[in-house]
Nanobody, 122 residues
Framework: VQLQASGGGLVQAGGSLRLSCAAS????????MGWFRRAPGKEREFVAA????????YYADSVRGRFTISRDNAKNTVYLQMNSLKPEDTAVYYC????????????????WGQGTLVTVSS
């Protein structure tokens, strides 16, 4: 499967952005999906995940209550709605697919997109 992330950009603190991740292939609806991010000078970290049906979601403590992950299996797309953005949310955001194991572990995902840059100014 190929993943294409989009929707990044420059936003002021307190603002919102919605990231999209479009997937190729007919098996998207069977994949659990996740979003990770890599801030400047830091390791890639887990942000959010959603199971194949959309019935279960998982969030890092740092974004819970501000970010919402969702999916539209008819459109082969997963979304990350980001509200109340903070400068510390500045990072390259990656979507990933096909989980085997813990949702929060990078090693659990088989497929990765190329990333989209989110910059939050103070």
């Amino acid at each position: 499967v190929q993943l294409q992330a989009s929707g990044g950009g420059l936003v002021q603190a307190g603002g919102s952005l919605r990231l999209s991740c479009a997937a190729s292939g007919r098996t998207f609806s069977t994949y659990d999906m996740g979003w990770f991010r890599r801030a400047p000078g830091k390791e890639r970290e887990f942000v959010a995940a959603i199971n194949w049906s959309g019935g279960s979601t998982y969030y890092a403590d740092s974004v819970r209550g501000r970010f919402t992950i969702s999916r539209d299996n008819a459109k082969n797309t997963v979304y990350l709605q980001m509200n109340s953005l903070k400068p510390e949310d500045t990072a390259v955001y990656y979507c990933a697919a096909d989980v085997s194991g813990s949702y929060s572990r990078i090693e659990s995902y088989a497929y990765w997109g190329q990333g989209t840059l989110v910059t939050v100014s103070s």
